[in-house]
């Protein structure tokens, strides 16, 4: 009760625009359908289809006065479906992880098994930005990498690959100090504190300790990073630039384990721009090679702890080692863009295909219909990896078709 009054004071502050500059809302409606494998383990949950209805309501609010800026933003949720009861079943299976940030700034006003009522604190955080220096801190967010679907250097909370609402990352607490140098170069660090569990002390091996250094090297951009992330060491170099017309990122990251094995991940991906029949269009591959994968005979409940630990705090999203993405955004006219995307694994031949629909009426008002499934055979990284060997029951993304309407004030 305590955490819902503090998350509601946050919201009347918001709604008090006499306090700060104006409020900004953003209001999300929309539904989904999906459709699992009579031998996945949504079947074997009981829910084999289900139909979800959401609501969300984010109140975004800043005040800056000379080189401060105080920032904030909660979100309400409202879900009602099968999605709800599917959630926490799922949540029961799942090996437990550590809390994602320091403080629980999340609560549930009221749920049942179908539905659930939510208030997150979202963002709040303080800045100092004056000349070549900038302080924040607080609950926020940072993305780093040059991933366009993979994002293996984004270690904060990345989104998945198959995410379709990328609008706005969680809110984590941290603090994040950057320095500007005047030939466009600079250099960030980020402390992220996190618990081993919820309530619990502060724990250094669950925590983040990352530096990252931006270069200008004539044409191409680079970047370095070193980071203490939840135990382990990643050093992860990063380098860009033109070909023509088009634009490339290249990223090698090298894992030193607190258990004494190593791991490397590598990420390549090339993106051009043109038309096509009189529309526009930008179009890219991505390869994404990934260190901690393994092949598709090994079932679930036998995966290396390393990558079951990183699928479970969500760094990431796929247990196979190799996998080559390819998308375009096509502009049908200036309001309609469709936007498909196919992910393979280079390992099995399994894929994972997306599209996705945006129309806008007007700048402040979208309507999007996603559509997404997998192809594959049992047993493969998109057909379905086995929960445990011999149970013939697998672990696969649905089908999947959802509408959602999205307005901007």
């Avoid at 094995?261 to 029949?277: E, K, R, Y």
């Avoid at 598709?296 to 190799?322: E, V, Y």
Wanted: glycine share 10%.
């Amino acid at each position: 009760m305590d955490k819902l009054k503090a998350i509601l004071a946050a919201s009347l502050l918001l709604a008090t625009p006499a306090l700060a500059d104006p409020l900004r809302v953003r209001l999300d409606f929309g539904g989904s359908f999906d459709w699992a494998a009579p031998d996945s383990i949504d079947a074997a949950l009981g829910f084999a289809a289900r139909q979800t209805l959401d609501a969300k309501a984010r109140l975004m609010w800043q005040a800056n006065t000379g080189p401060w800026r105080v920032e904030m933003q909660t979100l309400l949720a409202y879900q009602a479906g099968d999605n709800v009861g599917f959630s926490t079943a799922m949540a029961v299976l799942a090996p437990p992880s550590p809390p994602p940030s320091f403080f629980d700034l999340t609560t549930d006003i009221s749920s049942s098994a179908s539905t659930r009522l939510s208030l997150t604190l979202d963002r709040l955080s303080v800045s100092y930005a004056s000349g070549n220096v900038v302080l924040k801190f607080g609950r926020q967010a940072v993305t780093w990498g040059a991933g366009l679907v993979f994002n293996p250097s984004d270690i904060i909370a990345p989104f998945s690959p198959a995410a379709i609402d990328t609008a706005y990352k969680p809110g984590v607490e941290m603090l994040y100090g950057q320095y500007l140098f005047d030939n466009g170069n600079d250099i960030a660090a980020v402390l992220v504190p996190r618990r081993a569990v919820t309530d619990g002390p502060l724990d250094w091996d669950q925590s983040t300790l990352a530096l990252r250094a931006s270069l200008l090297l004539g044409a191409l951009d680079g970047t370095a990073m070193l980071a203490q992330d939840r135990g382990d060491t990643l050093f992860n170099l990063a380098l860009g630039g033109p070909l023509g017309g088009a634009a490339w990122n290249v990223e090698l990251g090298q894992w030193f384990l607190a258990d004494g094995s190593t791991a490397t991940n590598a990420l390549v991906n090339i993106s051009n721009s043109g038309s096509l029949a009189d529309m526009n269009i930008t179009y890219f591959a991505e390869y994404f090679r990934n260190g901690f994968g393994v092949n598709t005979a090994t079932p679930l409940d036998a995966l290396p702890p390393a990558l079951a630990s990183r699928l479970a705090t969500g760094q990431l999203f796929n247990t196979g080692q190799d996998f080559l993405a390819l998308g375009a955004q096509l502009g049908i006219s200036a309001n309609v863009t469709l936007s498909p995307v196919v992910i393979a694994s280079l390992n099995d031949g399994s894929v994972f295909a997306n599209v996705k629909l945006t129309i806008s009426p007007s700048d402040n008002f979208d309507i999007s219909v996603n559509t997404s499934k997998s192809f594959g055979p049992d047993g493969t990284e998109f057909g379905g990896r086995e929960t445990t060997a011999g149970s013939g029951v697998y672990l696969r993304a649905p089908t999947t078709v959802s509408l959602r309407l999205s307005r901007y004030f």
